[in-house]
């Protein structure tokens, strides 16, 4: 049972940093300072922007990691507008992303949770143009023979945290992420034999944001 509770908080960790719950900022990071990039960087970063708005399908299994523990799941992305996040047992949680709502669903609590989509960082990924010189400040670039890291904040919020994204290069491939929240929490997730440009069949289905715990509660006017 202390294992269970552990990987919730875990969970609520993962979520805080992508926006899905609310957290006072205790870390401050100051003034943003943009990367000072070369001629070389700039390309890639336009390489980079370019990707991601290529960027239609993905099926993917996870790991991520913290300093409360390990978890997995799997991670199903169609842009633009629907994501949908499943953390295999014994964390009973789905998050789907899809039109303007977030649903964050806890099965054995039996607890739904909605937020406007545009409120939450995940927009940024879902939305139909990814700008990266537009809401988020590139504050570090790297690059190494195969593989290319990018650290963004927010340019309205830098204090909300930050993330750091990487790319295998040649050819460009989105791999892993790594988010520092607002408490100084560290985040791990990596994508693990991800599938890009796939179909998915029952795509209504597997990005609805209807309750699933709305057939199950009683009717109070039925007696």
Known sequence: ??????????LAVALLAVGLVASPAVISYGAVTPATL?????????????????????DSHFVQLSQD???????????????????????????????FLV??????????????????????????????????????FER?????????????????????????DRPLRLVKWRIVDAQGSIIDVALVDPKFGVTFDNARELFSTADPELGKRPNPNFN
């Open 1 to 10: 049972m202390k294992h269970i509770h552990s990987l919730r908080r875990l």
């Open 38 to 58: 070369d001629d070389a960087a700039r390309t890639d970063l336009v390489r980079i922007e370019s990707y991601l708005n290529d960027l239609t399908t993905l």
């Open 69 to 99: 523990g390990f978890v997995e799941g799997r991670l199903r992305l169609s842009r633009p507008g629907d994501m949908r996040i499943d953390y295999e047992p014994p964390v009973p949680v789905r998050v789907v992303a899809s039109g």
């Open 103 to 140: 649903m964050y669903y806890d099965s054995e609590l039996g607890q739904t949770s909605f937020l406007p989509v545009s409120e939450t960082p995940v927009y940024f990924l879902l939305r139909e143009r990814i700008d990266l010189s537009k809401g988020v400040v590139v504050t570090r």
């Open 144 to 168: 190494e023979a195969a593989a290319m890291r990018i650290t963004l904040v927010e340019a309205d919020n830098p204090d909300s945290g930050q993330i750091t994204i990487t790319f295998e």
